[in-house]
């Protein structure tokens, strides 16, 4: 099914609904942060960073993107081709990877987190972002249309933004301001605060275990696109091939 013509081009207009309400949820929340900040007499410039360094804020961003960039793909070239191109194949593959990390981190550790006055998210766009979001990237990881298998070298192209945000988080934590509490340092999530009870031994019992989920959730993404998608020696020999053959062939 997910490689009949209809299914691809079903599923390219839901990636393209599924983008357009992320971007407006991220851009409803993020103006009412600003919003809030600016009749409180928070710091404007700091509350904008800070949106800019959530996690969540940025794979959705990133899955918006890719979606998008799909779409655009199938839509002017894919229609034709029995496979993704490998750049898109690994964007999506760390789209669905943040963003399924997104939705078990926080609906494991913190759905339930009482936020300071003033902080609430925008209920529809919380879930947005943090449900619905995660919840239509793990199924397209399985009913994406015209998949390319990936080399297992392509899970260093999943965990290097982790990487790298965690070590951003951590060198920035300590130089910001908080804009809500007043206090000398701010970090996007409570377990990442070592000024929390627990204090560092927390934090790094936190960010080991979070890293296995984010390669255990990349390994499985990476594998099950092995599995079902075409290798990239076939996608690459069959493409001009693919080109030439019409449209309703490739369907049948």
């Known amino acids: 099914m997910t490689r009949s013509r209809a299914w691809a081009t079903v599923w390219t207009v839901l990636r393209l609904a599924m ?13 009412k942060s600003i919003g809030t900040a600016a009749e409180l007499g928070r710091d404007v410039t700091t509350t904008i960073a800070n ?19 799909a779409a655009v793909w199938y839509f002017t070239r894919g229609r034709r081709a029995i496979a993704e191109p490998r750049a898109l194949a690994v964007a999506l593959a ?10 078990i981190v926080y609906n494991a550790l913190l759905r339930g987190i009482e936020l300071p006055q003033g902080s609430a998210p925008i209920p529809w766009s919380n879930e947005v972002l943090h449900l619905i979001g995660p919840l ?7 009913v994406g249309p015209l998949r ?21 988080t951590m060198i920035r934590g300590p130089l910001v301001t908080n804009p809500v509490s007043g206090d000398p340092f701010w970090y996007p999530y409570p377990f990442l ?20 989920a984010i390669v255990a959730v990349g390994a ?15 996608a690459d020999a069959s493409a001009p091939a693919a080109a030439s053959v019409p449209s309703r062939a490739l369907s049948e």
């Open 148 to 168: 390319r298998s990936l080399p297992w070298r392509s899970l260093w192209a999943v965990v290097v933004f982790p990487v790298l945000w965690a070590v951003y």
């Open 94 to 103: 760390c789209a669905s990877t943040f963003m399924i990390i997104t939705g």
């Open 220 to 234: 499985f993404v990476v594998w099950w696109g092995r599995r079902i998608g075409i290798a990239d020696t076939d």
């Open 19 to 31: 983008a357009a309400v992320t971007v407006a949820a991220i851009t409803a929340q993020l103006s």
């Open 51 to 69: 949106f800019f360094s959530f996690f969540t804020i940025l794979s959705n961003a990133l899955a918006g993107i890719v979606l998008v960039w």
């Open 136 to 142: 239509f990237l793990l199924a397209d990881v399985f």
């Open 193 to 212: 605060n070592p000024n929390n009870p627990g204090g560092w031994l927390s934090v790094i019992v936190y960010v080991i275990g979070i890293a296995l």
